[in-house]
């Protein structure tokens, strides 16, 4: 069973537009461990967010916030006022205490923001 | 800080040659894990190497290997190339203690191509 679902494959915005991407993920674990990362067209994973199971306060960060519950097992992403500059693929991923260096991935969403 | 660099970043190997990739991590990461990333089968965690030890191993068959060194450096490589080990292989640093965080941070990656 997939750890990490990104259920969307692709989003489109106009720029200055809200945009919420969603991430719902599933372990047995107690500790865990919750990330984003930004991937644009030159291949280089960036590293956005960390989390862990024990603190569910939502972040924010400039335009970009996070909202992190435990009960729908979901850590979904919001950037606000998009920017053609956020347009790549945005990943999930999830680390469990017993492996917390063996991350699983989500599918990825690719945001396409136009001008 | 430098950032994690791989060499090559780009490489073209015949279907049965083998290929050895090149990761060098943060200054003063311990932990380097190895990620395939294909179209169809999205990000997968090949193995993580701490204090020259493997310490994690995904699913991928023996002709995937690797290696670390005294600095940290890390190799990985594949035998008996196949057409579906077409891939980018990404590196990623991490200091390997949770206590000091697992924040991972990923290198450009090495665009592999067998033919």
């Known amino acids: 069973a997939q750890k990490v679902t990104q259920a969307q494959t692709e989003i489109s915005v106009v720029e200055k537009e809200d945009v919420t991407l969603d991430c719902v993920y599933e372990?047995?674990?107690?500790?865990?461990?919750l990330f984003w990362y930004k991937q644009p067209p030159s291949g280089e994973l960036v590293f956005l967010i960390r989390r862990n199971s024990f603190d569910e306060q939502n972040e924010i960060s400039g335009r970009y916030s996070w909202n992190f519950q435990k009960s729908t097992s979901s850590f979904n992403f919001t950037i606000t006022a998009s920017q053609v500059v956020d347009s790549a693929v945005y990943f999930c991923a999830l680390s469990e205490e017993h492996n917390f260096n063996k991350f699983y991935f989500g599918s990825g969403t690719k945001l396409n923001v136009k001008p | 800080k430098a950032g994690v660099t791989q060499t090559p970043r780009y490489l073209i190997k015949t279907r049965g040659q083998q290929v050895t990739l090149s990761c060098s991590p943060i200054?003063?990461?311990?932990?380097v894990s190895w990620y395939q990333q294909t179209p169809g089968q999205g990000l997968q965690f090949l193995f993580e190497?701490?204090?020259?030890?493997?310490?994690n191993k995904g699913n991928f068959p023996g002709r995937f290997s690797g290696r670390q060194f005294s600095n940290s450096r890390s190799e990985m490589n594949v035998s008996t190339l196949e057409l579906g080990d077409s891939a980018l292989y990404l590196c990623?640093?991490?200091?390997?203690?949770?206590?000091?965080?697992?924040?991972?941070?990923f290198g450009p990656g090495t665009r592999l191509t067998v033919l």
């Open positions: 372990t047995r674990d107690t500790t865990y461990y």
């Open positions: 190497y701490f204090s020259e030890t493997q310490r």
């Open positions: 200054s003063g990461h311990r932990s």
């Open positions: 990623a640093s991490s200091w390997g203690h949770i206590t000091l965080s697992n924040e991972q941070f």
